[in-house]
């Protein structure tokens, strides 16, 4: 595997469901990013992980909790969803947080459902 | 703050048409600007970016100047091709917010007709 990788690519969930999306990162980064992606919208940061420490939570709901155990993955831990947080979530990684012009890279992406 | 501003799509070009789609930005630092391309079922790729003032960045024909006097960051090509057909997004990053934070516009939605 190379690049940015993330499983499921497609998930359907209930409202009362637990699931959790993961991404894995094969590059050697030390920066992880979850987006959410709607229609018509720009896309959202959600959380910045470095080196396995959390760096910034835009405000998200505590129904969307991430995990980063290692540097290479990262996941994003799913409760008592609404249909209103059907999106595509996409995880991205860099080399660090500090490097203004970096290149995030990004995965193709988990298109959720909450039904 | 910090936010990007791109053009509405869709837009529907014929093969070998000029394409524009404009980018304008504000940021409270110096942020450096990019543009990120999404083709059909895939993650955003990076495209061209430039860093400073002036400068211009470029990749697989396409061009985009840093404006800094105008704010803006548009993306041009010259002969598009039914291969470019995807969504365009501009971005700035900017380290004032302790971070490398990216603030992207809306996308825009590019679809080449032979």
Known sequence: ETGVTQTPRHLVMGMTNKKSLKCEQHLGHNAMYWYKQSAKKPLELMFVYSLEERVENNSVPSRFSPECPNSSHLFLHLHTLQPEDSALYLCASSPSTSGRADEQFFGPGTRLTVL | ?114
């Not at chain 2, 543009?35 to 790729?45: C, H, S």
């Open chain 2, 1 to 114: 703050g910090n936010s990007v501003t791109q053009m509405e799509g869709p837009v529907t070009l014929s093969e070998e048409a000029f394409l524009t789609i404009n980018c304008t930005y504000t940021a409270t630092g110096y942020p450096s600007l990019f543009w990120y391309v999404q083709y059909p079922g895939e993650g955003l790729q990076l495209l061209l970016k430039a860093t400073k003032a002036d400068d211009k960045g470029s990749n697989k024909g396409f061009e985009a100047t840093y404006r800094k006097e105008t704010t803006s960051f548009h993306l041009e090509k010259g002969s598009v091709q039914v291969s470019d057909s995807a969504v365009y997004f501009c971005a700035l990053s900017d380290i004032v917010t302790g971070a490398n934070n990216l603030f992207f516009g809306t996308g825009t939605r590019l679809t080449v007709i032979p």
